[in-house]
């Protein structure tokens, strides 16, 4: 972008004094912002409605259009806020909500939506290296660990292992993966994730559906 050239007036500074900053700031503090992950037109209206009915807030939760697509989402509680990010990922018409907590000096034109918080089921793992080590191991292999399931760890049922990951919005979503064990030995694990709708698995991208993919993988890739 180019740089504009600003005239002597335009260059002076406006000092401002917001006369109620600290209730502004703890607003701010309990403040999600969220866009859809689609380019297509879709209800708004809808979509608030059926997130305040998910969430069941009542008049706890504000939402407000910020404008470029995005919304604030304004809590009463920290407790409330941390709900609402450890228990996606949410959606709308198949349409993948991306969540950010609010940072000092956000706008609607600078916010980046880089991330989305998966829960990552793993099969097929050998019994041996059921364990929080591997889990991490894997996670990382997949994007950012946020946290493991350790109760799935250590549960009677150890069916599969459960990871936390902030997987990158320009990574390919894996369908699984090879892995090699503490003695040399390879074997496949596959990949399952948890309340994810949109995410069309032949060409691994989030938030594309079979309709809107001109570039599908093939079935045996």
């Known amino acids: 972008m180019q740089r504009i050239k600003l005239t002597n007036e335009e260059d002076e500074i406006i000092q401002v004094c917001p006369s109620q900053r600290e209730k502004i700031l703890e607003e701010c503090s309990l403040s999600l912002f969220g866009k859809f ?16 009915t998910t969430w069941k807030f009542g008049s706890d939760l504000r ?9 604030q989402f304004k809590f009463a509680m920290e407790s409330q806020l941390m709900w609402v990010l450890n228990n996606g990922p949410w959606s709308f018409d198949n349409y993948l909500l991306l969540l950010r907590r609010w940072e000092k000096g956000m706008n609607a034109a600078t916010i980046k939506f880089t991330h989305c918080p998966l829960w990552v089921q793993v099969w097929g793992l050998p ?14 292999g997949i994007g950012s660990v946020v946290e493991v399931d350790c109760k799935g760890v250590a549960s009677d049922q ?4 459960r990871i936390r990951v902030e997987v990158p919005l320009e990574k390919l979503l894996r369908r699984g ?36 993919c001109d570039s599908p993988w093939d079935s045996d890739t």
Do not use: M
């Not at 992950?37 to 305040?52: I, V």
């Not at 019994?127 to 080590?133: V, Y």
């Not at 709708?197 to 809107?212: K, P, T």
């Open 127 to 140: 019994f041996e290296l059921f364990s929080e080590d591997v889990a991490r191991d894997i996670g990382r």
């Open 63 to 71: 939402i407000i259009d910020v404008g470029e697509g995005q919304f």
């Open 158 to 161: 150890a069916k599969f292992l």
């Open 177 to 212: 993966s090879k892995i090699r064990g503490p003695k040399g030995d390879v074997v496949w694990i596959a990949f399952k994730y948890e309340r994810l709708i949109s995410f069309y698995f032949r060409c691994g991208v989030l938030g594309h559906e079979v309709r809107n």
């Open 37 to 52: 992950l689609t380019n297509r037109p879709f209800n708004q209206r809808a979509a608030k409605n059926l997130l305040r």
